[in-house]
């Protein structure tokens, strides 16, 4: 079946530090995989996305790479800021256009 | 242009009650998908509609039940509520069915069961 794994949180961090968050998944096919984050009281943005092997996604100084032979989409910033401070959750889209979610990574950013 | 709205934002009950939640998508989007996220996990996908049909439906319960209008907003039905029911209801909107339209999701519906 198709599945989502994520390094579980909550992940702390000092600001302009480096941060990886690991992501694997197990699917049938050559899925769509997507970074969402959800800031505080709010809903889910889609953060980045990767729709074939190699694609990198990136947006707001975060980056994906999908990983075809390591079945992975990490995700990577190389300076993270306070207001970077959310959580997390990794997903693929399967065939029928349904979303799967992995378990989500709490980060927080210290001034 | 505003982004998919859902009410209400809170809402408490208790068990064996029944509760209807709302969700009205983007300006021009066709479907409309439900998703289940309880605290501390991922959200978990319960239905989707297209067109006023059924899409696909996820691994709940036949408590759970939705529609769709001819406006494309939608509601979520669950009958006979219990304490595991408690958790944050998301509503996405995408143009269509398409494997490439992206999902804009609500700021979802808190639900308590007491």
């Known amino acids: 079946g198709n599945s989502v794994t994520q390094m579980e949180g909550p992940v702390t961090l000092s600001e302009e530090a480096f941060l990886t968050i690991n992501c694997t998944y197990t699917?049938?096919?050559?899925?769509?995989l997507f970074w969402y984050v959800q800031y505080p009281g709010e809903g889910l943005q889609l953060l980045l996305k990767?729709?074939?092997?190699?694609d990198k996604g990136s947006n707001k100084g975060f980056e994906a790479t999908y990983r075809k032979e390591t079945t992975s989409f990490h995700l990577e910033k190389g300076s993270v800021q306070v207001s970077d401070s959310a959580v997390y959750f990794c997903?693929?889209?399967?065939?029928?256009?349904?979303?799967?979610f992995g378990k989500g990574t709490r980060l927080h950013i210290l001034p | 242009d505003a982004g998919v709205t859902q009410s209400p934002t809170h809402l408490i009950k208790t068990r064996g009650q029944h509760v209807t939640l709302r969700c009205s998508p983007i300006?021009?989007?066709?479907?409309v998908s439900w998703y289940q996220q309880v605290l501390g996990q991922g959200p978990q996908f319960i239905f989707q509609?297209?067109?006023?049909?059924?899409?696909g439906r996820g691994n709940f319960p036949d408590r759970f039940s939705a529609r769709q209008f001819p406006n494309y907003s939608s509601e979520l039905n669950v009958n006979a509520l219990l304490l595991g029911d408690s958790a944050l209801y998301l509503c996405?909107?995408?143009?269509?069915?398409?494997?490439?339209?992206?999902?804009?999701f609500g700021p979802g519906t808190r639900l308590t069961v007491l």
């Open positions: 300006s021009g989007h066709k479907s």
């Open positions: 996405a909107s995408s143009l269509g069915s398409a494997r490439n339209n992206e999902q804009f």
């Open positions: 509609y297209y067109e006023k049909e059924e899409r």
């Open positions: 699917a049938t096919g050559y899925p769509s």
């Open positions: 990767a729709t074939k092997a190699d």
């Open positions: 997903a693929l889209r399967r065939r029928d256009d349904k979303i799967i």
